[in-house]
């Protein structure tokens, strides 16, 4: 049974458009969630967090998480070319636990 | 902006040698992380350090594996004897206790190639 599942795309939005990316999870006590961007042969980098319930904007990205529907998701507003990367959905296992449990990640290419 | 450093970036190794990978965390961070990423798959746990003891480990860090905090700044993944599938892209990540909360921040990684 995957943990963290992340459609791997690609996923094609032109330039300015919306980008909607997507994650699911199996565990329901899972506690934190995170949003990486990861490109090509580069390390992650952390770009959001959220650990309620709602939406969290900051900038142009917004993460929204649903507990109940153990969904996770973040929403890139403008997007611009040099968003393109793979996004890394992360989990964070119940209290006690601080590791991360990764998707696959997404591919997200900006088309000028 | 206080970043986590990898050393070597590239190490290339034969098989069944002993490897040393080296992270400096970022400096007022107490809980210290190595995941790995092989080629076109996802990032994995391997192991969480704290107060100089291992706090968590994954099923991929078996007895080939150890970490240590030599000197108060560099934290250390050692592989004893390394096999092909250890090709891998290794990253040390390090965390704050409070303040920041759980956000882990990454290193650039070093690149492990096993032949």
Not at chain 1, 4 to 18: D, R
Not at chain 1, 78 to 104: E, M
Not at chain 2, 32 to 57: A, D, H, M, P, T
Not at chain 2, 59 to 64: L, S, V
Request: glycine share 8%.
């Amino acid at each position: 049974q995957k943990e963290v599942e992340q459609n791997s795309g690609p996923l094609s939005v032109p330039e300015g458009a919306i980008a909607s990316l997507n994650c699911t999870y199996s565990d329901r006590g899972s506690q934190s969630f995170f949003w990486y961007r990861q490109y090509s042969g580069k390390s992650p980098e952390l770009i959001m967090f959220i650990y309620s319930n709602g939406d969290k904007e900051d900038g142009r990205f917004t993460a929204q998480l649903n507990k109940a529907s153990q969904y996770v998701s973040l929403l890139i507003r403008d997007s611009q070319p040099s968003d393109s990367a793979t996004y890394l959905c992360a989990v964070r296992k119940g209290a006690g636990s601080y590791q991360l449990t990764f998707g696959k990640g997404t591919k997200l290419s900006v088309i000028p | 902006e206080p970043e986590v450093t990898q050393t070597p970036s590239h190490q290339v190794t034969q098989m069944g040698q002993e490897v040393i990978l080296r992270c400096v965390p970022i400096s007022n961070h107490l809980y210290f992380y190595w995941y790995r990423q092989i080629l076109g798959q996802k990032v994995e746990f391997l192991v969480s350090f704290y107060n100089n003891e291992i706090s968590e480990k994954s099923e991929i860090f078996d007895d080939q594996f150890s970490v240590e905090r030599p000197d108060g700044s560099n934290f250390t993944l050692k592989i004893r004897s390394t096999k092909l599938e250890d090709s891998a892209m290794y990253f040390c990540a390090s965390r704050q206790n409070s303040g920041t909360g759980d956000k882990a921040f990454f290193g650039q990684g070093t690149r492990l190639t096993v032949v």
